[in-house]
Each structure stands twice: as structure tokens, then as C-alpha cells.
């Protein structure tokens, strides 16, 4: 088993930024793939970003293009996403996920990601 506990999630003003961060431990090995989903009240969890084992390959939707960076730390066994130029539209729990298996492309369906972190609410005032 894997866990996964994010941290940094808070209130911000529109405009400002947030840094989350994931630590996974437990059965972790070399060659996996982490990443970042959200889901506001109401709507189906989505997918945000994710990078590759080496971070060479890093992916996001279009929503956060730009404006959001997914980074990781191996030796920490850590992802991070860095949130900048939030607005109230990005206001929503935020998921760390774990792929045991890096595969090519974002794997932006939650049934191709293997562990989930209990999330971390982030809120965008207006």
C-alpha cells in the first residue's frame, strides 16, 4: 500500500497562490508516476496535472495551462503544485494521486491512477 498526505491547501484571495504539496510513502518504488486531480461540490473529479518518474514529461489541462506547475522531488518521495494567478473558478478539493506504473501521456482518468490522498480543500475568494 501506498499513502498519500497533501498539505498547503487554504484560503486565498483571487489572484494570489497556493503551493501544495504530497509526501507518499509506504510501499513506493523507482518508475512511478504522480499527479493532481480536483473536484468541486457537485461535479465529477478532474484531472489537473501529472509528471513523469524523471519529471522530464508534465501534463495539465487546459483550465490551469500556464498558471499551475507540477514538480516532484524523488528523494522525498514528494509532488508539488505550485498554483499561481488563482481565481474562484479553481476553488475546489485537491487530490493527490500515485500510478505505480509511469506510462506515456497524462493519464488524465482517475481509473488509471492506483492511490488517492484524502485531499486538501483550496478556496478562491472574489
Known amino acids: 500500500q501506498v499513502q498519500l498526505v497533501e498539505s498547503g491547501g487554504g484560503l486565498v484571495q483571487a489572484g494570489g497562490s497556493l503551493r501544495l504539496s504530497c509526501a507518499a510513502s509506504g510501499r513506493t518504488f523507482s518508475g512511478n508516476r504522480m499527479g493532481w486531480f480536483r473536484q468541486a461540490p457537485g461535479t465529477e473529479r478532474q484531472f489537473v496535472a501529472s509528471i513523469s518518474w524523471s519529471g522530464g514529461s508534465r501534463y495539465y489541462a487546459d483550465s490551469v495551462k500556464g498558471r499551475f506547475t507540477i514538480s516532484r522531488d524523488i528523494t522525498k518521495n514528494t509532488v508539488y503544485l505550485q498554483m499561481n494567478s488563482l481565481s474562484p473558478e479553481d476553488t475546489a478539493t485537491y487530490y493527490c494521486?500515485?500510478?505505480?506504473?509511469?506510462?506515456?501521456?497524462?493519464?488524465?482518468?482517475?481509473?488509471?491512477?492506483?492511490?488517492w490522498g484524502q485531499g486538501t480543500q483550496v478556496t478562491v475568494s472574489s
Open positions: 494521486t500515485y500510478g505505480e506504473i509511469d506510462r506515456l501521456g497524462p493519464a488524465q482518468n482517475s481509473y488509471e491512477w492506483d492511490y
